[in-house]
């Protein structure tokens, strides 16, 4: 009976004080002395170190979160639920009476009007004390400690809460918005920067090393690295094949190492770079600014865009971090880390953003923020994988079969990586971390440090693993997709290129390459023209001129073509010499157009009538025809020939013929006119078309040598 009197009076005296607040605090130097005075009075003896005590979050089988630890709520507010402990002897059982002292250990910098309502509490009969915070009016995290004196080791435990914005949500979204577009940007002026200095030439290197497929691992690889895009390899492998620059046999290998080479990019932004992001942009900047030299500013604009990606991803760090102590948003990511929904999470946000880079960079951020965990990015990281093959699916959409076996190569070779792993994601974790253990920081609660590294080298793990895997079996993996490719019944097309291919926009220095090969198709068709037109006057065949029309109809569609891609090329950022390569290809399309013109339109109109007319040249004026259109078409030749292999010796040969050439049309026209003075019939009533035809040949032979002359650089 007198122990339940001593309890009751202490319980009261203490609500008596806490209700006295502001006289407490007055006596706060003081309130240990008295504490211990009542406990005397009331027990009979102080026992604070009778026992080895215990203390610990409290936790229940409603969740971890039973305790009151990691919330958060708006500056200047009270917390929703209270700091709880509970304090266990030896056997475990719970121990009433033991005296735990609360106490603020953490604050964030200038914050005030915080407040503990109780610092000395007594636990319960159920061994358990408790006290609410008042947050200050300044955002960021606050630390509450819990602690007992005890000879056991487990004396204290620390409680954290965060104080957010009034405005944090809203602060959230710009913050995400914003450091999702700088990010962007840095990748994208980071290609821009290295593509101007190297990738393009690397591309060229790529078509001539396609034919060993280690080697076109390596350099798809590398040119993804500079590229910071497997989605744009995939895309320009696309054009290569629909171009006929390749087979698509030959670009399983590149595809293996564009799966590599995109784990570059996520190893880079894996490293804690931010606080010197802004540094980097600025001497990027100023490389750019006051260096001439074309490759040193290409490689300050791939600094300023190295800065600018992880200064991005360090807004969305800041703006994220409110998110790891709400719970409805950490409900949504535990469910996210499930494996099947993680792939297929992965897979819907990367097709959308059409970056993988993009997408496992949001992922980086999360882990840095206490997130999600190593097993649970690893089915993001499948998913993300899966879903860069999108954009080539999209881009393989309008092109032929072959070319949609690269985009259906990519995406079999990443869902075959998805079925082998998906299984395995406990032991792949465990590979990963034999590879990169775990970094605890002991005083911020066991915390793992280094888990984006760990993610990083996961994804870097798994894309060379899979290469590995299927690098020795490419054969046969080319037969499979080609046995899960659908045939598609393609739309027949009076008219299609051979070679240009929107695909290879995206460089440059290839798509003038293409453009080039287009042309010297183009030219042949051209030339074939000028061949079947001597036929008008010589055989009299009536059926070349539905051949010639139509003839002219092809040649009219490439020039269009041709001019069409030419332009959309030199809208890109292209450099000097690719514009002066661009102007070079514009202008043959020009010249071979006026040929054909002439070909289609005086030539042609000029045989319709010489088939209606009865008339006929003489022996020796056929014979000077046939030779001088021989001449000609030999011209047209020697210009087909250097637009095919830009052979500067054949320009400046074609150049020299020329003038011989000139020479020959005069003396026909001599010739010819001797011919009338001996009064020869033949020669006087067909006389003007002779005269006519040379005339119109001479021409074509002077566009012909115009090719020759802008080539060598004369135009």
């Not at 250990?105 to 007594?122: A, I, M, Q």
């Not at 609410?132 to 005890?150: M, P, R």
């Not at 997130?371 to 954009?391: D, F, K, R, Y």
């Not at 406990?426 to 590879?435: G, H, N, S």
Request: aromatic share 10%; with cysteine.
């Amino acid at each position: 009976m007198g122990m339940v009197c001593k309890k009751l009076l202490t319980s009261c005296l203490s609500r008596y004080f806490w209700l006295n607040w502001s006289m407490l605090k007055r006596l706060k130097p003081f309130r240990h002395i008295i504490i211990i005075a009542l406990n005397v009075l009331f027990s009979g003896s102080v026992n604070i170190y009778a026992q080895y005590y215990t203390i610990q979050k409290y936790s229940a089988e409603s969740g971890v979160k039973a305790s009151g630890d990691e919330q958060w709520a708006r500056a200047g507010e009270r917390l929703q639920h209270p700091f709880i402990v509970v304090v266990t002897d030896t056997a475990g059982n719970p121990a009433p009476g033991v005296r735990v002292t609360f106490e603020l250990t953490r604050v964030p910098f200038g914050s005030k009007d915080y407040l503990l309502e109780r610092y000395e509490v007594f636990t319960n009969s159920q061994g358990i004390a408790r006290t609410h915070l008042h947050l200050g009016d300044k955002d960021g995290e606050y630390q509450v400690s819990a602690s007992i004196q005890t000879k056991g080791p487990q004396n204290f435990v620390i409680f954290t809460a965060y104080a957010n914005t009034r405005n944090w949500a809203l602060m959230l979204f710009v913050g995400l918005l914003g450091g999702l577009a700088i990010f962007f940007i840095g990748i994208n002026q980071m290609s821009v920067g290295l593509r101007h200095g190297v990738a393009d030439k690397l591309r060229v290197i790529l078509l001539r090393m396609s034919r060993n497929r280690v080697v076109a691992t390596f350099f798809g690889a590398l040119v993804t690295v500079i590229t910071q895009s497997s989605s744009a390899t995939t895309v320009m492998l696309v054009g290569f094949v629909q171009s006929g620059l390749l087979r698509f046999e030959q670009t399983i290998g590149m595809i293996l190492g564009a799966a590599i080479g995109t784990t570059i990019t996520v190893q880079l932004i894996s490293f804690k770079l931010a606080d010197y992001s802004l540094l980097v942009v600025a001497l990027g900047f100023a490389i750019m600014v006051f260096v001439k030299k074309h490759v040193t500013r290409s490689i300050g604009e791939a600094l300023v865009g190295f800065g600018l990606l992880f200064y991005g991803m360090h807004l969305m760090s800041g703006a994220m971090s409110p998110l790891k102590h709400y719970e409805p948003f950490l409900q949504v990511i535990e469910s996210v880390q499930q494996p099947l929904i993680g792939v297929l999470v992965g897979t819907f946000l990367t097709a959308i953003v059409q970056s993988s880079a993009a997408f496992i960079g949001i992922v980086l951020t999360m882990t840095t923020q206490g997130l999600i965990s190593l097993e649970g990015s690893i089915p993001l990281l499948m998913g993300a994988n899966l879903g860069t093959a999108v954009t080539g699916i999209i881009a393989a959409f309008a092109a032929g079969r072959e070319a949609k076996k690269v985009a259906m190569a990519y995406a079999v070779f990443k869902f075959i990586g998805i079925l082998l792993l998906f299984w395995l994601i406990e032991p792949f974790a465990q590979l990963v971390r034999f590879f990169t253990p775990d970094v605890v920081d002991t005083f911020a609660g066991g915390t793992v440090t280094n888990v984006s590294r760990q993610v990083a080298n996961a994804h870097t793990i798994y894309n060379v693993l899979l290469a590995l895997l299927v690098l020795p079996f490419t054969n046969y993996f080319a037969r499979l997709v080609d046995w899960v490719m659908p045939i598609f019944p393609e739309k027949r097309q009076r008219f299609k290129t051979r070679f240009i291919d929107v695909n290879l926009l995206r460089s440059p220095s290839i798509a003038i390459e293409v453009s080039r090969r287009e042309l010297v198709g183009m030219a042949q068709l051209v030339n074939s023209m000028l061949a079947d037109s001597i036929n008008l006057f010589i055989q009299k065949d009536p059926g070349i001129i539905d051949t010639l029309h139509e003839k002219e109809e092809h040649v009219n569609f490439l020039r269009d073509k041709l001019n069409e891609y030419l332009l959309r090329i030199s809208h890109a950022d292209i450099s000097d010499k690719e514009v002066d390569n661009v102007f070079k290809v514009m202008f043959a399309t020009k010249e071979l157009e006026q040929i054909g013109d002439i070909i289609s339109k005086n030539l042609l109109e000029k045989g319709e009538w010489w088939l209606g007319a009865g008339l006929e040249f003489s022996d020796e004026g056929k014979n000077e025809l046939i030779e001088f259109h021989r001449l000609t078409q030999k011209q047209l030749n020697r210009a087909i020939e250097i637009l095919d292999t830009l052979n500067l010796d054949v320009a400046r040969k074609q150049l020299r013929k020329y003038d011989h050439y000139k020479q020959v049309g005069i003396e026909l026209e001599r010739s010819h006119f001797d011919r009338l003075k001996q009064a020869v019939g033949k020669s006087i009533e067909s006389s003007k078309t002779h005269l006519e035809l040379v005339s119109l040949y001479r021409i074509i032979g002077s566009h012909a040598n115009n090719i020759a002359r802008i080539t060598i650089g004369e135009g």
